[in-house]
């Protein structure tokens, strides 16, 4: 028997995989972001028995089918393949890419899904202090919950006005939120360190703060409501999006539109100018 090559080795879904995770790291890819794409590859390769290599567009288009997946979720996992074997194709996995022409998945335009101020109000009035401090970081400042989640005392400072929390987002941007001063001295309360310290050492996770909000919110509401809420609110009192997306720490204000509620009356309002 012929020794195992490192070319053998890299035919194999494991190694494969693990190469192209670190390749990942170089890239600067959040370890968040680079799990969910192993996710995907590793459930790929235990759907199609067969390496790398042998898979070919139709594989990938019967595997993609087969699944009752969101648009979402559909698209993320296009977005995975294609990133695997582009990155395979040109490392010398892979004569060509097998992923590089799935079809485009689109997306319904979502509508937006606002937490109703009464449920806010109600959820502020109810809580404990840890709940009411994360319940205000996503009904006021529009922070997701892993943001919420890592946030630290020390990630107050000044900037050209007031008070702003440091927040590292999605692909590691970092933004300034503003802070409105009842929420300082909230934050200023807090011991130094995480404002949501776990037992086990560290911060909670996204997860089991999520829990918490959810808990003192009726219904299927939840942390990504009051985000909603946040930027709904604070575009009905601007008008101005760009401000809103800056907020929301948004690449495109295309997202941040799908997250701003317009005002009650102003649809018709406009269509009362248009008949006029």
């Given at each position: 028997m012929?020794p195992?090559?490192a070319?053998?080795?890299?035919?194999?879904w494991?190694?494969a995989?693990?190469?192209?995770?670190?390749?990942?790291?170089?890239a600067?890819?959040?370890?968040?972001?680079?799990?969910?794409r192993v996710?995907?590859?590793?459930?790929?390769?235990g759907?199609?028995?067969?390496?790398?290599r042998?898979v070919?567009f139709?594989?990938?288009?019967?595997?993609?089918?087969?699944?009752?997946?969101?648009?979402?979720?559909?698209?993320?996992?296009?977005?995975?393949?294609?990133?695997?074997?582009?990155?395979?194709?040109?490392?010398?996995?892979?004569?060509e890419?097998p992923?590089?022409?799935?079809?485009?998945?689109r997306?319904?335009?979502?509508?937006?899904?606002?937490?109703?101020e009464?449920?806010?109000?109600?959820?502020?009035?109810?809580s404990?202090?840890?709940?009411?401090l994360?319940i205000m970081?996503?009904?006021m400042?529009?922070?997701?919950?892993g943001?919420?989640?890592?946030?630290?005392?020390?990630?107050?400072?000044?900037d050209?006005?007031?008070?702003a929390?440091?927040?590292a987002?999605?692909g590691g941007h970092?933004?300034?939120?503003?802070?409105?001063d009842?929420l300082?001295?909230?934050i200023?309360?807090c011991p130094?360190?995480?404002?949501?310290?776990?037992v086990?050492?560290?911060?909670?996770?996204?997860?089991?703060l999520?829990?918490?909000?959810s808990?003192?919110l009726?219904?299927?509401?939840?942390?990504?409501?009051?985000?909603?809420?946040?930027?709904?609110v604070a575009?009905?009192?601007t008008?101005?999006?760009?401000?809103v997306?800056?907020?929301?720490?948004?690449?495109?204000p295309?997202?941040t539109?799908?997250?701003?509620?317009?005002p009650?009356?102003?649809?018709?309002?406009?269509?009362q100018?248009?008949?006029a």
């Amino acid at each position: 028997m012929r020794p195992v090559t490192a070319i053998d080795r890299r035919m194999t879904w494991s190694s494969a995989i693990e190469e192209w995770s670190v390749y990942l790291a170089a890239a600067g890819a959040p370890a968040s972001t680079r799990a969910l794409r192993v996710y995907h590859l590793t459930r790929l390769a235990g759907d199609v028995g067969r390496t790398p290599r042998a898979v070919s567009f139709d594989v990938l288009v019967t595997w993609l089918a087969g699944h009752d997946w969101a648009p979402n979720t559909r698209r993320s996992y296009r977005s995975s393949l294609r990133s695997f074997y582009g990155w395979a194709m040109a490392t010398g996995l892979v004569a060509e890419s097998p992923a590089h022409l799935l079809p485009p998945v689109r997306i319904p335009r979502a509508r937006p899904r606002p937490a109703p101020e009464a449920a806010y109000r109600l959820a502020l009035s109810t809580s404990d202090d840890r709940a009411r401090l994360a319940i205000m970081l996503a009904g006021m400042c529009g922070l997701r919950r892993g943001e919420i989640a890592q946030a630290r005392r020390e990630d107050l400072e000044p900037d050209l006005i007031g008070l702003a929390l440091r927040v590292a987002g999605k692909g590691g941007h970092v933004r300034l939120v503003p802070v409105p001063d009842a929420l300082v001295e909230m934050i200023h309360a807090c011991p130094d360190g995480w404002l949501f310290p776990s037992v086990h050492g560290g911060h909670l996770t996204p997860h089991h703060l999520g829990k918490i909000v959810s808990f003192h919110l009726p219904g299927d509401l939840t942390t990504h409501t009051l985000r909603h809420r946040c930027a709904t609110v604070a575009y009905a009192a601007t008008r101005d999006l760009r401000a809103v997306q800056e907020l929301l720490g948004h690449a495109k204000p295309e997202t941040t539109a799908a997250y701003t509620a317009v005002p009650d009356g102003a649809v018709r309002k406009a269509m009362q100018h248009a008949a006029a």
